[in-house]
């Protein structure tokens, strides 16, 4: 991890330096060690507190959608998961793409910190990984006991960018990542309505997960507009709070990428990426497989209609 | 003093329950909030911190007011405030009740909010020291003693026990009411408090200096540069406000029902890009604006008006939560730095 960094730290150096690119879009060091955060660095001596290690969970490319409006070019770092949210934005004509230079860069998997505290560590004063295992403060856990749920299942390659720094060290998925849809698919109708009820009843409606979410990139979402009828800051009652999560699951279908970082913001660790799962899963089986992000031309299956669709009567039956 | 074996703890909830509401931590889907308790909830009284913070009990999200019939020209107006029964709210840790005292130099000020008030009446508060501080804490910096939390009944856990000390006339009530508990001598407790002033010492933010957040300094610490980094990675999203025990705003809307309309007031938050929105115009434009305006009102503009009584208590919720790991420590150190 140590000499991805360095080399990130070169390629960033070497572009502000040149002058193809006025900002990098990385990572910055916290307080704590894990807490680091996305950060806009402006110039080469700015880069002593970039870092790139197992704590960059957060996806990058939604901030591009501002970055690449302002004036000049900007490097960005984009781990595999991260680049399949840029092309779909950039197939969504919402990033320019002419102001972004980007770097692929690889990734193993990136440590969850509320697992890491649950093993009993809150203040990381070193790190090392490998492509199976990390080692934080001494201690070393197997990726699968420390990654982000969204790592976990994660087969995203590293696809098409200006440039990629990779040593060719890939993990591959602990779990198969419709696991869960299906054991949900499985339950009676009263089970499920009783895990979502238990789920969404902790949500505090504090927006992270629309506002993290890369498709989720309207100028004005429905719901802050009070001219809209619907800007619910409060529910009439706890199905409501269901509604939204659903209609947001609904609104991004086809669209979503699993990048998973609604499940990784959620404060209250409601599991939302699985309604997006759900959908992901429908959609290749009545459309046949299909990764939303993958590339930045095609259209999608719910935005393209085609006479060989699905009826709803294949799904339903009858005619 | 009193106390009782934690393997026994579940018959003082119970009998608490029986004759009052209690709200406790409770864990649901793996989030613990602070809930009614009833029969078979999971009680998480160990965990250091809920999610939410205990404010929802005086200040709920979303809470009715009053609602409007009309029946032809005539307007009926109907009071929809709950009236507030006499509760207990168990397992506040230091920092929680603190934000009590913040939230009341809001709220009971003049003009006194009666649905706040009726509610912070009718309650009776079990505090409970924390055994083990974790790193995001940093209530000291706040005059916050977690060892010694108070309220009107103190409680410590020692080994495997519960030890209660009442501190009011409330608080002395609801002990010598419970007939589960027995009495003690309180063995151990001062032990027990002096070992987590020692783990709170050693916590990696209780050395934040905030000599520098004073209104004499309002427009210099406004016009820091520094504002545009620290709030670059901001989403605007509300989860900071949301679970932060001292985030007072609110917002008054109507919902219109088949039955009339109903007005109720809800959480709002300074990082929503419509929370100026004003019939001129929106003064705060930028996520930059908002950020700013929320660690300045606690950090500066709170205790200008407040007799220097900031209106953070250091929880560290907000270093737990923020998606994109933005907090007040990261402010503090920016621009007041450490002692």
Same mark, same amino acid.
């Given at each position: 991890?140590?000499?991805?960094?360095?080399?990130?730290?070169?390629?960033?150096?070497?572009?502000?330096?040149?002058?193809?690119?006025?900002?990098?879009?990385?990572?910055?060091?916290?307080?704590?060690?894990?807490?680091?955060?996305?950060?806009?660095?402006?110039?080469?001596?700015?880069?002593?507190?970039?870092?790139?290690?197992?704590?960059?969970g957060?996806? +990058?490319?939604?901030?591009?959608?501002?970055?690449?409006?302002?004036?000049?070019?900007?490097?960005?770092?984009?781990?595999?998961?991260?680049?399949?949210?840029?092309?779909?934005?950039?197939?969504?004509?919402?990033?320019?793409?002419?102001?972004?230079y980007?770097?692929?860069?690889?990734?193993?998997?990136?440590?969850?910190p509320y697992?890491?505290?649950?093993?009993?560590?809150?203040?990381?004063?070193?790190?090392?990984?490998?492509?199976?295992?990390?080692?934080?403060?001494?201690?070393?856990?197997?990726?699968?006991?420390i990654?982000?749920?969204?790592?976990?299942?994660?087969?995203?390659?590293?696809?098409?960018?200006?440039?990629?720094?990779?040593?060719?060290?890939?993990?591959?998925?602990?779990?198969?990542?419709?696991?869960?849809?299906?054991?949900?698919?499985?339950?009676?109708?009263?089970?499920?309505?009783?895990?979502?009820?238990?789920?969404?009843?902790?949500?505090?409606r *504090?927006?992270?997960?629309?506002?993290?979410?890369?498709?989720c990139?309207?100028?004005?979402?429905?719901?802050?507009n009070?001219?809209?009828?619907?800007?619910?800051? #409060?529910?009439?009652?706890?199905?409501?709070?269901?509604?939204f999560?659903?209609?947001?699951?609904?609104?991004?279908?086809?669209r979503?990428?699993?990048?998973?970082?609604?499940?990784?913001?959620?404060p209250?660790?409601?599991?939302?990426?699985?309604?997006?799962?759900?959908?992901?899963s429908?959609?290749?089986?009545?459309?046949?497989?299909?990764?939303? !992000?993958?590339?930045?031309?095609?259209?999608?299956?719910?935005?393209n209609?085609?006479?060989?669709?699905?009826?709803?009567?294949?799904?339903?039956?009858?005619? | 003093?009193k106390?009782?074996?934690l393997?026994?703890?579940?018959?003082?909830?119970?009998?608490?329950?029986?004759?009052?509401?209690?709200y406790?931590?409770?864990?649901?889907?793996g989030?613990?909030?602070? /809930? %009614?308790?009833?029969?078979?909830?999971?009680?998480?009284?160990?965990?250091?911190?809920?999610?939410k913070?205990?404010?929802?009990?005086?200040?709920?999200?979303?809470?009715?007011?009053?609602?409007?019939?009309?029946?032809?020209?005539?307007?009926?107006?109907?009071?929809?405030?709950?009236?507030a029964?006499?509760?207990?709210?168990?397992?506040?840790?230091?920092?929680?009740?603190k934000?009590?005292?913040?939230?009341?130099k809001?709220? +009971?000020?003049?003009?006194v909010?009666?649905?706040?008030?009726?509610?912070?009446?009718?309650?009776?508060?079990?505090?409970?020291?924390?055994?083990?501080?974790?790193t995001?804490?940093?209530?000291?910096?706040?005059?916050?003693?977690a060892?010694?939390?108070?309220?009107?009944?103190?409680?410590?856990?020692?080994?495997?026990?519960?030890?209660f000390? #009442?501190?009011?006339?409330?608080?002395?009530?609801?002990?010598?009411? +419970? %007939?589960?508990?027995?009495?003690?001598?309180?063995?151990?407790?001062?032990?027990?408090?002096?070992?987590?002033?020692e783990?709170i010492d050693?916590?990696?933010f209780?050395?934040l200096?905030?000599?520098?957040?004073?209104?004499?300094? +309002?427009?210099?610490?406004?016009?820091?540069?520094e504002?545009?980094?620290?709030?670059?990675?901001c989403?605007?999203?509300?989860?900071?406000?949301?679970v932060?025990?001292? *985030?007072?705003?609110?917002?008054?809307?109507?919902?219109?029902?088949?039955?009339?309309? %109903?007005?109720?007031? *809800?959480?709002?938050?300074?990082?929503?890009?419509?929370?100026?929105?004003?019939?001129?115009?929106?003064?705060? /434009?930028?996520?930059?604006?908002?950020?700013?305006?929320?660690?300045?009102?606690?950090?500066?503009y709170?205790?200008?008006?407040?007799?220097?009584?900031y209106?953070?208590? !250091?929880?560290?919720?907000?270093?737990?939560?923020?998606?994109?790991?933005?907090?007040?420590?990261?402010?503090?150190?920016?621009? !007041?730095?450490?002692?």
């Amino acid at each position: 991890m140590q000499r991805l960094k360095t080399a990130m730290i070169e390629k960033a150096t070497a572009l502000l330096t040149s002058g193809e690119v006025s900002k990098v879009l990385g990572w910055k060091k916290g307080e704590l060690g894990f807490d680091v955060e996305p950060a806009v660095f402006t110039s080469v001596d700015s880069l002593v507190d970039f870092t790139y290690d197992a704590f960059c969970g957060a996806n +990058l490319s939604k901030y591009l959608v501002e970055e690449s409006k302002k004036e000049g070019k900007i490097l960005v770092f984009l781990k595999p998961c991260d680049s399949y949210s840029f092309n779909q934005l950039i197939k969504e004509h919402r990033i320019k793409k002419e102001n972004v230079y980007t770097v692929g860069i690889e990734c193993q998997g990136k440590v969850d910190p509320y697992k890491l505290k649950e093993n009993g560590i809150e203040f990381v004063t070193d790190a090392s990984e490998t492509v199976d295992t990390v080692t934080v403060n001494g201690k070393e856990f197997k990726k699968e006991e420390i990654i982000l749920g969204k790592c976990l299942t994660c087969t995203k390659k590293l696809l098409s960018y200006d440039d990629v720094i990779s040593f060719n060290e890939k993990r591959e998925p602990s779990l198969d990542r419709f696991e869960m849809v299906k054991k949900l698919e499985a339950m009676t109708a009263d089970e499920r309505y009783a895990f979502w009820k238990d789920q969404l009843s902790n949500c505090i409606r *504090c927006n992270a997960c629309r506002n993290v979410c890369p498709a989720c990139t309207c100028t004005k979402c429905v719901f802050d507009n009070d001219n809209s009828g619907i800007a619910s800051k #409060a529910n009439s009652d706890s199905f409501e709070e269901k509604m939204f999560h659903i209609i947001r699951a609904f609104h991004v279908a086809g669209r979503c990428t699993d990048c998973g970082e609604c499940s990784r913001v959620c404060p209250q660790h409601i599991p939302l990426h699985l309604l997006n799962r759900k959908f992901i899963s429908d959609i290749d089986r009545l459309y046949g497989e299909y990764q939303a !992000g993958e590339d930045t031309e095609s259209k999608g299956p719910l935005t393209n209609y085609t006479t060989g669709d699905v009826d709803p009567s294949d799904v339903f039956g009858g005619k | 003093m009193k106390k009782i074996a934690l393997s026994n703890i579940d018959l003082l909830y119970k009998e608490i329950a029986g004759a009052q509401e209690l709200y406790l931590p409770v864990k649901v889907a793996g989030a613990t909030n602070f /809930k %009614k308790f009833e029969d078979g909830v999971e009680v998480d009284i160990k965990s250091l911190q809920t999610v939410k913070s205990a404010k929802d009990l005086f200040f709920p999200q979303s809470e009715d007011m009053m609602e409007f019939k009309t029946s032809g020209k005539s307007i009926e107006v109907i009071d929809a405030r709950k009236k507030a029964e006499p509760f207990v709210l168990f397992g506040v840790r230091g920092c929680d009740l603190k934000s009590f005292e913040v939230l009341d130099k809001v709220f +009971l000020a003049e003009p006194v909010d009666t649905m706040y008030q009726a509610k912070r009446e009718a309650v009776t508060v079990v505090t409970l020291a924390c055994n083990n501080p974790e790193t995001s804490c940093f209530c000291k910096v706040f005059g916050v003693d977690a060892s010694n939390p108070k309220g009107d009944v103190q409680a410590t856990i020692v080994s495997d026990e519960m030890h209660f000390e #009442a501190l009011t006339e409330k608080g002395e009530k609801l002990l010598s009411s +419970l %007939k589960c508990l027995e009495d003690c001598e309180g063995k151990g407790v001062e032990e027990e408090k002096a070992q987590i002033k020692e783990k709170i010492d050693a916590l990696p933010f209780v050395n934040l200096d905030l000599t520098n957040f004073k209104g004499e300094n +309002l427009m210099e610490l406004f016009n820091r540069p520094e504002w545009e980094e620290l709030s670059k990675a901001c989403l605007g999203c509300g989860t900071c406000t949301f679970v932060c025990p001292t *985030c007072q705003c609110f917002d008054i809307r109507d919902f219109q029902t088949n039955a009339g309309v %109903k007005r109720f007031r *809800c959480w709002d938050s300074c990082m929503y890009s419509e929370f100026t929105k004003m019939a001129a115009e929106n003064p705060r /434009k930028n996520q930059m604006q908002r950020y700013r305006q929320r660690f300045m009102h606690k950090l500066c503009y709170f205790p200008s008006n407040n007799d220097g009584e900031y209106g953070c208590v !250091g929880c560290g919720r907000c270093v737990k939560k923020c998606p994109q790991s933005l907090n007040i420590v990261k402010v503090i150190k920016k621009l !007041g730095g450490n002692k």
